[in-house]
């Protein structure tokens, strides 16, 4: 009885199904015949069948623009009639005429109808009916074009229009034309073939053994024809695995244990290897759960992928994004914690043991492999110490092995970047080349930032040295023949380590000995390439800020301070070495550069090397006095490096001498120093420089400390009286450069002296720099000048009197004999003006009567009583 109750609801089914069809049938046959323009639409496509000399893109731009225009009714027209012309027994249409109809009408007309959100106005019932049934036939023989495009159609279906298409659903009229496929000897129809049944398991409910083997079949096709369209599948597929296969009661999913499996058994397949991280690596939200199934294999490869022999660009990109998603859902599991309000511990708790016990990157290698990697085929392994998969925490050994591997990627990018760049420009296009160095960049960069975000994100990592040592090894031996490549290695190399010193401190102090001797050489052999020498004096500034800062309580060394003195020993060795060896070819751009970089933390540098940066300073001063006569014919050739190479290591040492208050005392220093500021305020037309010469003259001007006992000419320390007066009276002559800016600040200088005498000690100067005082009468700032002369007005009295007598005897106008002087004098006789009092005669002058007594007068009639009141004197 159940038997036959299940053979009548089926027989039901299929009554039912085949009245559906009956009447599908008649629907289309129902439908009126399409009009001769759609007719002349197929027509025309037979001009893309020959080869001709003839250029037919108007028509394909036709069909591509006009056709996509139409109304949908008109698009329902073109696909029936198409089904007309390519079905049936009447069919007219050639299967290579079919194959372009597709190509160039019906697939982009229903592509942008589906866009414009028509697609439910042009594939009615009867329409999606004729094409499931008689178009999409599993078995009918078609070429290789054919099922290609027609599973290109099957597939736009599925995606466009899923509801329609449950009645063929569930008769599987739609997954048995693309599964029939999927055994194609064919590479395209097979991979558009799994594209169409990842978009079926996406929209519907499919069994699990269907999806399973989908899944592990696209897993294991790796090669590099199909590697897009297999790229697709998996993209379509991958996120609808949590909805169809839920992993139920087992700690991990199915589809999980799956990829464990092949990439446990055929991970010895580079291709294959990298087929599944690149899946990973797009989607690394689907993996975070079971994160702890992967990390272990995934920095265990990284070598072999990023950093094996002849290594191709995409796969070094690959390894760099392996590294990048470990870090993220490192942060992304602290993140959640945090959030959960759970403190979040240290990333590896065996960090501190492994440091002690001085483990290396080949140990923590093999206990990864030991770990993980020999674990058995389709074997699960639960996430370690019993803990739940979302608190997987990287251990020791896996921190290590990410971190040093973003080292020697860092500089493996930069070397090659140099390499590839140059190997362009003798082979290929400038175009090209230049790409070329700009994605070597870009991924020197990209790893560099990784490399700084995992040091924030795991302080305390064992960090080795040796990477350096061997890739500054490697740019000697095997680039010797190549200075561009070396000097673009040696720059990877001191990049990487600013990268490693500015976040870690802890690895300054304790390879600082290692450091010193690494860096030593490549200073000295290297220093007359100015972006070395500027890259390592960053970096031994870095060192010295660092090391100046006060130790911590309880620190494990003793403190990171303890190594201040050694460093700063380092450094002035390396300053001296450098004056020393080239003192005579002039070379002295490493000496001034580094003491830039390092004195502001260490302020004893300068007064160790003061003679020497003097000598410096002064012979500078020379050069530039005979470099400005000729920078403008410099220029015009072309060749103004030289002189803004020399004006900028002048501007460093005047910034370097503004940092020493004990300069004055050194008598050596003295004189030279001297010497050389008047040489530039006399010869320099470099408004720069002279910006650097008046903020030094203006600290020693200013500063109690630097201003010698009243009446003292040549004191022990600070400036004597007639220094002082001869510097202001030198700095007169930048009013000849028109340079309104240090104008306005050599003023203010002035003012300064002259408004504040007690706090700058200037009682005795005021009256030897009176001409730089007159100076600040004809400002051209308004208000500088108003300022001047408020305390010009202050220094006066206050009556008429004494006014004139000043203007006309006192006042030595000589200063301002270039200028209209007369404007000041006057201003000074009209400052005597009250303007609030009322203006009154003198006594004893005459006045006219006023408006109230001249009414009066006239009033009463009396001419003579109106002249005697005219007569009146005031006060009468």
């Not at 790893?447 to 975000?453: I, N």
């Given at each position: 009885a159940p038997a036959e109750g299940a053979g009548d609801e089926l027989g039901g089914e299929d009554g039912a199904s085949a009245s559906n069809a009956a009447a599908h049938e008649r629907a289309l046959a129902l439908r009126p015949p399409v009009s001769q323009h759609v007719q002349l639409l197929f027509l025309m496509l037979s001009v893309f069948l020959e080869r001709t000399l003839t250029d037919f893109s108007f028509l394909r731009a036709f069909y591509a623009t006009e056709v996509q225009r139409y109304s949908p009714q008109a698009k329902a027209d073109i696909l029936t009639c198409f089904l007309r012309h390519a079905t049936g027994p009447a069919a007219r249409l050639s299967p290579d005429e079919v194959v372009v109809a597709l190509q160039v009408l019906v697939l982009p007309m229903l592509r942008a109808a589906v866009g414009a959100g028509q697609a439910l106005q042009i594939l009615t019932p009867e329409i999606l009916w004729a094409l499931v049934t008689q178009l999409l036939d599993p078995l009918a023989p078609h070429s290789e074009p054919t099922k290609v495009e027609l599973l290109r159609l099957s597939t736009l279906l599925i995606e466009s229009v899923p509801s329609r298409l449950v009645e063929h659903r569930k008769e599987q009229d739609l997954l048995k034309f693309a599964w029939?496929?999927?055994?194609?000897?064919?590479?395209?129809?097979?991979?558009?073939?799994?594209?169409?049944?990842?978009?079926?398991?996406?929209?519907?409910?499919?069994?699990?053994?269907?999806?399973?083997?989908?899944?592990?079949?696209?897993?294991?096709?790796?090669?590099?024809?199909?590697?897009?369209?297999?790229?697709?599948?998996?993209?379509?597929?991958?996120?609808?695995?949590?909805?169809?296969?839920?992993?139920?009661?087992?700690?991990?999913?199915?589809?999980?244990?799956?990829?464990?499996?092949?990439?446990v058994e055929e991970g010895h397949s580079l291709p294959q290897l990298i087929h599944i991280w690149q899946l990973v690596v797009r989607h690394p939200s689907l993996f975070f759960a079971s994160r702890a199934q992967f990390v272990p294999q995934m920095v265990n490869s990284l070598n072999r992928i990023g950093l094996s022999q002849n290594t191709s660009a995409d796969n070094r990109h690959l390894a760099i994004d392996l590294t990048a998603l470990v870090i993220k859902w490192e942060q992304q599991r602290q993140a959640a914690a945090a959030?959960?309000?759970?403190?979040?511990?240290?990333?590896?708790?065996?960090?501190?043991?492994?440091?002690?016990?001085?483990?290396?990157?080949?140990?923590?290698?093999?206990?990864?492999?030991?770990?993980?990697?020999?674990?058995?085929?389709?074997?699960?392994?639960?996430?370690?110490?019993?803990?739940?998969?979302?608190?997987?925490?990287?251990?020791?050994?896996?921190?290590?092995?990410?971190?040093?591997?973003?080292?020697?990627?860092?500089?493996?990018?930069?070397?090659?970047?140099?390499?590839?760049?140059?190997?362009?420009?003798?082979?290929?296009?400038?175009?090209?080349?230049?790409?070329?160095?700009?994605?070597?960049?870009?991924?020197?960069?990209?790893?560099?930032?990784?490399?700084?975000?995992?040091?924030?994100?795991?302080?305390?990592?064992?960090?080795?040295?040796?990477?350096?040592?061997?890739?500054?090894?490697l740019v000697e031996k095997q680039l010797q023949q190549s200075p561009e490549q070396q000097l673009l290695a040696v720059l990877s190399v001191l990049r990487v380590l600013q990268t490693v010193v500015a976040a870690q401190p802890r690895f300054a102090s304790r390879q600082l000995p290692a450091l010193h001797a690494l860096l030593q050489p490549v200073f000295l052999q290297h220093a007359s390439y100015a972006k070395v020498v500027v890259a390592i004096c960053d970096l031994l500034g870095t060192l010295m800020a660092q090391l100046a800062e006060p130790a911590g309580e309880g620190s494990e060394e003793g403190g990171i301070s303890a190594h201040y003195g050694l460093h700063a020993r380092f450094v002035s060795s390396l300053i001296q070495a450098t004056f020393t060896a080239h003192e005579r070819d002039g070379l002295l751009f490493p000496a001034v550069h580094l003491l830039d970089a390092t004195a502001p933390h260490c302020p004893e540098l300068l007064d160790a090397h003061v003679v020497?940066?003097?000598?410096?300073?002064?012979?500078?001063?020379?050069?530039?006095?005979?470099?400005?006569?000729?920078?403008?014919?410099?220029?015009?050739?072309?060749?103004?490096?030289?002189?803004?190479?020399?004006?900028?290591?002048?501007?460093?040492?005047?910034?370097?001498?503004?940092?020493?208050?004990?300069?004055?005392?050194?008598?050596?220093?003295?004189?030279?120093?001297?010497?050389?500021?008047?040489?530039?305020?006399?010869?320099?037309?470099?408004?720069?420089?002279?910006?650097?010469?008046?903020?030094?003259?203006?600290?020693?001007?200013?500063?109690?400390?630097?201003?010698?006992?009243?009446?003292?000419?040549?004191?022990?320390?600070?400036?004597?009286?007639?220094?002082?007066?001869?510097?202001?009276?030198?700095?007169?002559?930048?009013?000849?450069?028109?340079?309104?800016?240090?104008?306005?600040?050599?003023?203010?200088?002035?003012?300064?002296?002259?408004?504040?005498?007690?706090?700058?000690?200037?009682?005795?100067?005021?009256?030897?720099?009176?001409?730089?005082?007159?100076?600040?009468?004809?400002?051209?700032?308004?208000?500088?000048?108003?300022?001047?002369?408020?305390?010009?007005?202050g220094s006066i009295g206050r009556s008429p009197r004494q006014r004139v007598e000043y203007i006309l005897q006192l006042q030595d106008w000589e200063s301002l004999a270039g200028t209209f002087w007369l404007r000041q004098a006057l201003e000074l006789l009209l400052t005597t003006v009250d303007a609030e009092a009322p203006v009154r005669p003198a006594a004893g002058s005459l006045r006219l009567p006023t408006a109230q007594e001249a009414r009066a007068g006239l009033v009463a009639g009396s001419v003579a009583a109106l002249a005697v009141a005219g007569a009146t004197e005031l006060g009468a």
């Open positions: 029939i496929h999927l055994k194609s000897d064919e590479s395209v129809s097979k991979q558009c073939a799994y594209v169409n049944v990842c978009h079926f398991i996406h929209q519907y409910e499919t069994p699990s053994k269907i999806i399973l083997q989908v899944y592990v079949s696209l897993l294991r096709t790796f090669q590099p024809d199909a590697r897009p369209l297999v790229r697709q599948a998996l993209d379509i597929l991958t996120p609808a695995l949590p909805r169809r296969l839920p992993k139920g009661n087992h700690i991990y999913p199915t589809w999980v244990k799956w990829t464990k499996k092949i990439l959030a959960a309000g759970v403190g979040t511990a240290s990333t590896h708790a065996g960090g501190k043991r492994a440091l002690a016990e001085g483990e290396g990157e080949a140990e923590a290698a093999k206990r990864m492999r030991a770990a993980s990697g020999n674990a058995a085929p389709g074997a699960t392994a639960a996430p370690a110490g019993g803990a739940a998969e979302d608190d997987f925490t990287p251990s020791a050994a896996i921190v290590e092995i990410v971190v040093n591997f973003l080292i020697r990627i860092s500089l493996a990018s930069g070397q090659d970047t140099g390499g590839q760049a140059q190997a362009g420009s003798g082979s290929a296009s400038a175009t090209q080349a230049a790409a070329t160095q700009k994605a070597g960049l870009a991924l020197a960069t990209h790893s560099s930032e990784l490399l700084r975000a995992a040091l924030k994100l795991w302080p305390d990592v064992n960090l080795k040295l040796i990477s350096f040592e061997k890739q500054l090894l020497a940066l003097i000598k410096l300073l002064h012979r500078l001063a020379k050069d530039h006095g005979t470099r400005g006569a000729r920078s403008e014919g410099e220029k015009k050739e072309g060749r103004e490096s030289d002189v803004d190479s020399g004006s900028a290591m002048l501007r460093t040492c005047l910034r370097l001498l503004q940092q020493m208050p004990r300069l004055l005392d050194v008598a050596e220093a003295r004189k030279p120093c001297f010497q050389a500021l008047v040489l530039l305020i006399d010869r320099s037309h470099d408004v720069e420089v002279l910006s650097e010469v008046l903020k030094t003259l203006a600290g020693w001007l200013l500063s109690p400390a630097h201003a010698a006992a009243q009446g003292a000419q040549t004191g022990g320390s600070g400036l004597s009286l007639k220094e002082r007066a001869n510097f202001v009276l030198k700095l007169l002559q930048l009013e000849s450069l028109h340079a309104p800016e240090l104008q306005r600040r050599f003023l203010r200088v002035v003012h300064s002296l002259y408004s504040h005498p007690a706090a700058h000690r200037a009682h005795e100067l005021l009256p030897k720099i009176e001409r730089a005082f007159m100076a600040g009468l004809r400002a051209s700032d308004p208000s500088l000048r108003a300022e001047f002369f408020a305390l010009y007005d």
